[in-house]
């Protein structure tokens, strides 16, 4: 059974209708993924030496593997232990496709459109419940109210639209129930998205200047980072809705179609960064969950970069969003470096569970600790190099050296520590505490190191997410105004 099958039957026996809802979701998004893939690659077989061709191919390989992993991460995620608002993102998903599938399915007079009618009800209960509980957490009872008055009318404009399907469905030339489905779905959505505004813990849409934000050093810094990062997709949100905008002006229905998935992949990957600032939410200091973010923002701005490619004249571009492209291009070493400093946070928790488990007491074989120590030093080998790349992009020279020095030390302590342990387990009993010294400062200047290089990541990721906001705050200014 492939990964499709599995979905679909997983689907079938979900309860929940958001996750329902959300498998199907990304089931159709795999097809039409792969269906592209198989699109790119024909037409780079035709003109292998198409650089638009291969970039086709490229951004459609992107898109499957991310649709590849969107159909196992939804599968297997438990969304009730999720925070209340990704559960209330994931409804707004839900809700959205949920109309535009009742009301394409009822528009063609397909039998399903009945059952299609019962699960967008199913849903927006479930999107209203969400609501609450987002609403429940807030402080300002004005956004309190906006949240719940909003969320309410969702309810009322999906039943307003499941109320005009059967009379769609008897009588397809009805074109004022017609018209009554496509003003129900605009409604729904235009009501999700105003809930979704409403819901908004960071300032950080139109309006807003975020260049004035700086790094405060008396608040937490994860939390910055964390409110900065909502900003950056919902700005993000809105870049996706002006370009939406611009694909009745492109005749070429090639280029109209990249954009259409290049404006499907900002909106997938805002959406994840949405998500994987909230699982960063519950536990701040966890590297994984960091580095998850990281990742996501890093594949946002490729999808960006992509609409910019896509929704552009290249041959005369608007001088305010080519000035904002290339800043994102200088931009990407600098995500490139943030990813890096997670990876190094990762390893480093990993070198000090070896160093633990090798040499914290307890009883282990003599073949257990060889073992554990070859992948200390391993382990400690591939720290360092990180470190040294790391090293190279900072700028601050005095901590750049430091790092430098740090890196050779945990390659040789690495190193060291590999040679005691193949005497401790040859039977030493280490009377003199050579081993225990010797772990000790390998533990110190980790954590050292740690601490300098987590302290500097969260200042510099706050940096950049606000760079990369304004960069496409002016994107959608420029736009806007040549409308």
């Known amino acids: 059974m492939n990964v499709v099958d599995q979905a679909l039957q997983a689907a079938q026996v979900e309860k929940d209708p958001v996750k329902k809802q959300l498998i199907l979701n990304a089931v159709n998004e795999l097809r039409e993924a792969s269906s592209e893939f198989l699109r790119a690659a024909k037409e780079l077989r035709k003109d292998p030496n198409s650089a638009e061709a291969a970039r086709n191919l490229d951004a459609a390989q992107r898109r499957m593997d991310g649709a590849i992993k969107g159909v196992i991460d939804v599968s297997s995620t438990d969304v009730t232990e999720l925070p209340h608002e990704?559960?209330?993102?994931?409804?707004?998903?839900?809700?959205?496709?949920?109309?535009?599938?009742?009301?394409?399915?009822?528009?063609?007079q397909y039998p399903e459109a009945s059952q299609n009618a019962k699960d967008l009800?199913?849903?927006?209960?479930?999107?209203?419940?969400?609501?609450?509980?987002?609403?429940e957490e807030k402080t300002d009872p004005n956004q309190k109210k906006a949240i719940l008055q909003s969320a309410k009318e969702v309810v009322d404009v999906a039943q307003r639209m499941v109320n005009a399907v059967p009379s769609v469905l008897e009588n397809p030339d009805d074109q004022s129930a017609r018209r009554e489905l496509e003003e129900a779905h605009r409604g729904i959505l235009k009501a999700v998205n105003s809930t979704k505004e409403n819901a908004q813990s960071f300032a950080g849409a139109e309006g807003t200047d975020v260049s004035s934000l700086e790094f405060d050093l008396g608040k937490s810094p994860e939390a910055q980072v964390i409110s900065a990062s909502k900003a950056e997709a919902h700005a993000a949100l809105q870049l996706a809705s002006e370009a939406e905008n611009m694909l009745a002006g492109i005749s070429d229905p090639a280029r109209r179609k990249a954009l259409e998935n290049a404006i499907r992949e900002v909106r997938s990957w805002a959406e994840k960064v949405e998500n994987a600032a909230d699982e960063l939410?519950?536990?701040p200091g966890d590297p994984q969950l960091q580095a998850a973010l990281s990742l996501a923002q890093i594949e946002l701005g490729k999808s960006i970069q992509e609409v910019l490619l896509r929704a552009e004249d290249q041959s005369n571009p608007d001088e305010q969003v080519a000035e904002a492209m290339a800043q994102m291009k200088m931009d990407e070493g600098a995500h490139s470096n943030s990813a890096k400093q997670n990876q190094f946070l990762e390893d480093a928790q990993s070198l000090l569970a070896v160093i633990t488990a090798t040499f914290g007491g307890a009883k282990?074989?003599?073949?257990?600790?060889?073992?554990?120590?070859?992948?200390?030093?391993?382990?400690?080998n591939q720290l360092a190099a990180t470190l040294r790349e790391i090293a190279s992009k900072v700028s601050d020279p005095v901590l750049k050296e430091k790092f430098l020095q740090s890196a050779k030390i945990i390659k040789d302590g690495g190193i060291q520590l590999k040679i005691l342990?193949?005497?401790?387990?040859?039977?030493?009993?280490d009377k003199s505490g050579t081993v225990g010294n010797a772990v000790k400062g390998l533990q110190t200047n980790i954590q050292e190191v740690v601490n300098q290089i987590q302290a500097d990541s969260l200042k510099q990721k706050f940096r950049g997410i606000v760079q990369s906001t304004m960069?496409?705050?002016?994107?959608?200014?420029?736009?806007?105004?040549?409308?």
């Open 86 to 108: 990704t559960q209330f993102n994931y409804a707004a998903n839900a809700i959205e496709s949920s109309a535009s599938i009742l009301l394409r399915n009822a528009v063609s």
């Open 421 to 429: 342990s193949a005497v401790r387990a040859a039977g030493s009993d």
């Open 281 to 283: 939410s519950r536990n």
């Open 471 to 483: 960069n496409i705050n002016r994107v959608v200014k420029a736009w806007r105004r040549n409308k």
């Open 121 to 135: 009800q199913n849903i927006a209960e479930a999107f209203n419940s969400h609501a609450q509980k987002v609403a």
């Open 364 to 380: 282990l074989s003599p073949q257990e600790t060889i073992a554990n120590a070859k992948k200390l030093s391993d382990t400690a």
